[in-house]
């Protein structure tokens, strides 16, 4: 088979088509042949050794790998088909369209990946296509999780701010199908796709800080690294709820004690990336409530170009790539 590898830690470049021998799968695992990969920001980052959370780089160095990669093959995010199940798996079959996320053992940017079939999968929603689908799990699981913890009623005020990317995307069109009255803030350029998916208000943040307006919300949804925890605290009504995807660690320790002390809520805590998320998301897909924003799909030959649409941030929506023919 053909995999997208990196071999050492550095830019876009490093990228290369190789190639492997295919795995075969365990008793409880199932070998997929897949057809699409989203190419995140993580991805991005593992490539490049480069992440925005510092305290981090000693344990990932170690995780994954301290002078070059462990596991030079990314992707977690894609979709495919079954080619051929253990002989223990009874959940799936051959040519079964799914999806899903292959949790730490990545791999997506292969032809072929063997995954236990208790991971988090699902059968494609009827009416997207591999590219769609790819475009889906990391964004819809994350978006999902956080708007569940938010508890968003009906009427109450939500902002998302950085709303142009896959998770952020993904909590617009959630938070809108809640019946919130949804904020978005990213650049300019993402204004009429967010506006597209549902967003009601739209803030350029190159021009206004929505945290200095002084309008309040019920709901602060934030993935920007670089956001003022307490600017976006002070942006809350009275028993608002903040949640972040991307804390910093000073905001970790600040969530526990905004939670003790005020009437106010926030919370960091990671997506579990389940299979019922997963299934939730695929039957709101098929309901017409959500929907990915694909930016550019690439082939593999061109993944190094596909890190860099992802790495400038001017991509409006999701960056795919196609596995295989």
């Known amino acids: 088979m053909k995999a997208v590898v990196y071999r050492i830690y550095g830019p876009a470049e490093v990228l290369q088509v190789e190639e492997f021998e295919n795995p075969v799968p365990k008793d409880n695992e199932i070998l997929i042949k897949v057809r699409a990969a989203e190419a995140t920001k993580a991805d991005c980052e593992m490539r490049s050794f480069h992440f925005p959370v510092k305290w981090f780089w000693l344990p990932l160095r170690i995780a994954l790998g301290i002078r070059k990669p462990k596991n030079p093959i990314l992707g977690g995010y894609f979709s495919g088909e079954v080619e051929s199940i253990g002989k223990g798996v009874s959940k799936f079959k051959k040519g079964d369209r799914i999806f899903g996320a292959t949790k730490l053992r990545m791999g997506a940017y292969g032809e072929y990946l063997c995954l236990p079939a208790n991971y988090t999968l699902a059968t494609i929603p009827s009416n997207m296509s591999f590219e769609e689908a790819a475009a889906v799990p990391l964004g819809g699981l994350n978006a999902l999780h956080f708007m569940r913890r938010a ?175």
């Open 151 to 325: 508890n968003v009623y009906k009427g109450e005020t939500v902002l998302v701010n950085g709303a142009g990317g896959s998770i952020g995307a993904f909590g617009v069109q959630i938070a809108k199908a809640m019946g919130a009255e949804v904020t978005a803030v990213d650049s300019a350029i993402k204004e009429q796709m967010l506006r597209d998916i549902g967003a009601d208000h739209f803030i350029d943040y190159a021009k206004e800080n929505f945290a200095k307006s002084g309008r309040t919300y019920d709901v602060i949804f934030n993935m920007v690294a670089r956001n003022s925890y307490s600017e976006s605290i002070n942006a809350l009504k009275p028993k608002g709820r903040y949640l972040t995807a991307n804390p910093k660690v000073s905001d970790m320790l600040r969530t526990f004690l905004t939670s003790l002390f005020t009437k106010k809520s926030a919370t960091f805590a990671f997506a579990g990336e389940e299979e019922e998320e997963l299934i939730a998301l695929k039957e709101m897909i098929e309901a017409g409530k959500l929907k990915p924003v694909v930016d550019k799909v690439y082939p593999m030959e061109q993944a190094a170009e596909a890190h860099r649409r992802v790495e400038t941030e001017q991509r409006i929506g999701t960056v795919v790539i196609a596995v295989g023919s």
